[in-house]
């Protein structure tokens, strides 16, 4: 004779049998889920971090030109002469289809100062322009016996 014991565990056993392999069936489809939903939030993350990078290192060249181009001087510095400087190799690898737009104006308040106008445009992917970087700096002619900035 079976026990009334071991028969209540013989009913446990059986009435379990399945219920791994449904837990199972859940727990992948739960983990799916999660994947569908975190996949997409991680692209979206790493595509804003180069944009992120993309954009400090356009607003580093272009503090870095506008500081060459200013260290000219006013009576020296001229539309052709900034057309000379051109981009570095680093530069043009880490922003795709990269372009320069450089001007230098006369100021039409002051005929010894001259504005300088720097922009970068550049596309984050082919077809895709990204918001240009831009730097307008003031340039005045040195009175003579003015000393220099350090």
Known sequence: MISQ??????RNTSSRRGSLLVELLVCGALLGVMM????????????????TNQRELAVL???N????????????????RA????????????LPA????????PDPDDPTTKIVRVELTWE?????????????AWVSARRAGAPRAP
Do not use: F, N
Request: charged share 25%; no cysteine.
């Open 61 to 63: 060249a272009v503090d």
């Open 5 to 10: 014991a071991a028969r209540s565990r013989m």
């Open 65 to 80: 030109l506008m500081e060459r181009l200013t260290a000219v001087g006013a009576a020296e510095l001229t539309a052709d």
């Open 98 to 105: 990269s372009q320069w737009g450089i001007t230098v104006d």
């Open 124 to 136: 984050s992917h082919p077809g895709r322009p990204v918001s240009p970087v831009r730097l307008t």
């Open 36 to 51: 569908s939903t975190t996949l997409p939030t991680l692209q979206w993350v790493m595509r804003q971090r180069t944009l």
């Open 83 to 94: 057309a000379e400087i051109e981009e570095s190799e680093p530069l043009a690898k880490q």
